[in-house]
């Protein structure tokens, strides 16, 4: 049997992955199962994309932290099997994955011997993260919901609290749930961020055949590969082989115009990171009104007073440094939901661990 803690834990991080590091411990300190656990996730993002580590590091926690970074700290406890189910909760606005009830295994490549998952979204195909489930081991279960928060109907509620009957949770919110920016656009500008989304645009397979997807997935990997070439070889000067790729001329452009206005602050490998994020849809950008934030917070507590168990802890991402929460409302927002989860829980116990860093 889990132990229980005397005041509910709230631990405030700044980057999202660093919440990881307080549900291990938790599971270290029994107040966690190890196994079967919940994620109930109010963010802008999905954050399910998957580390590039060998499966097996997953399990080495110095070289999995590592590893993580804000958008994909989640599908490592999902592989080691902390996590069977997450439920993401989004503003409208927020269009990464289609609300719905999904279904998937996530296991190790029989091959390469990475993550990867047996869910065909183009969330996960755009990032050549998807293999059939006759192409992995070590498979685990993972059920995972989407949900939109503009209205609320009492089948959400009632199924919102079938997934979390009788089992341990971690109430899980970014605080760019409740307003959100794309610091990518903004800092890439318009320019350059069309030029460099037409061409990191992802093409999806005709159908889910798996001939299909095994073209398309081979296509986009040869892709990214020759992208991030063709930036490497820019920024060191040695790019005679690439001149006479089809978009050797745009990225060229797109290097130089940035580096002019940008200088250090960009560089090829984060030019391909920032162009891997424009497929479609790109991530969200909406700066909420005061109104709009106060509507996400009645929303937040209709959902979660709707729940007839209390989560083992909770765990907030500021997402300040990095902008994709404004930085003129983020402490604001995080006031307002701390004083909505007193309310709820009414004992609680705040760590402002962002304070330390």
């Known amino acids: ?45 999905p954050d399910m994309i998957i580390p590039d580590i060998s499966a097996d590091h997953v399990f080495d926690k110095q070289k999995l932290f590592e590893s993580l970074s804000i958008e994909n700290w989640i599908t490592p406890a999902l592989y080691a099997g902390h996590f069977d189910t ?4 989004k503003a409208v606005w927020a269009k990464q994955i289609c609300d719905g009830n999904y279904q998937f295994k996530i296991g190790r490549h029989k091959e390469n011997s990475k993550i990867c998952v047996s869910f065909s979204d183009n969330y996960f195909l755009s990032e050549c993260l998807y293999a059939d489930e006759n192409s992995m081991d070590n498979q685990k279960e993972v059920k995972f ?21 009788f ?15 794309n610091p990518i656009k903004v800092m ?16 999806p397979p005709i159908t889910k055949e798996k001939a299909e997807i095994d073209s398309s997935l081979k296509k986009r990997e040869n892709d990214l590969i020759a992208y991030k070439s063709i930036l490497l070889g820019i920024e060191q000067g040695d790019h005679q082989k690439w001149t006479d790729h089809p978009v050797f001329d745009d990225l060229h452009s797109i290097y130089h115009g940035l580096f002019e206005s940008l200088g250090d602050e960009i560089d090829a490998c984060l030019l391909h990171e920032f ?14 009104s005061d109104e709009e934030i106060e509507s996400l917070l009645v929303s937040f507590e209709t959902y979660v007073t709707s729940l007839e168990s209390f989560p083992t802890l909770v765990t907030i991402s500021r997402s300040s440094v990095d902008d994709y929460c404004p930085a003129d409302q983020v402490d604001k927002i995080q006031n307002l939901v701390v004083d909505r989860l007193s309310k709820i829980f009414e004992n609680i116990q705040v760590f402002c661990h962002y304070k330390q860093n």
Request: charged fraction near 25%.
């Open 167 to 181: 089992k341990a949770y971690v109430l899980d919110i970014d605080l760019d749930f409740f307003s959100t920016k």
């Open 145 to 165: 919901i989407v949900k939109s928060c503009d209205v609320i109907g009492a089948d959400d509620l009632s199924e919102l609290n079938e997934c979390f009957k």
């Open 1 to 45: 049997m889990s132990r229980k803690y005397d005041k509910l834990p709230v631990h405030i991080v700044e980057y999202h992955n660093d919440a990881l590091e307080h549900i291990y411990k938790a599971i270290g300190s029994k107040h966690l199962p190890f196994n079967g656990t919940s994620l109930l996730h109010f963010d802008a993002h």
């Open 86 to 89: 997450v439920v993401w909760m």
């Open 188 to 203: 890439l500008g318009q320019k350059y961020y069309k030029k460099l989304k037409s061409i990191y645009e992802f093409v």
């Open 275 to 288: 162009g891997c994020t424009t497929d479609d849809p790109e991530l969200p950008h909406h700066i909420s």
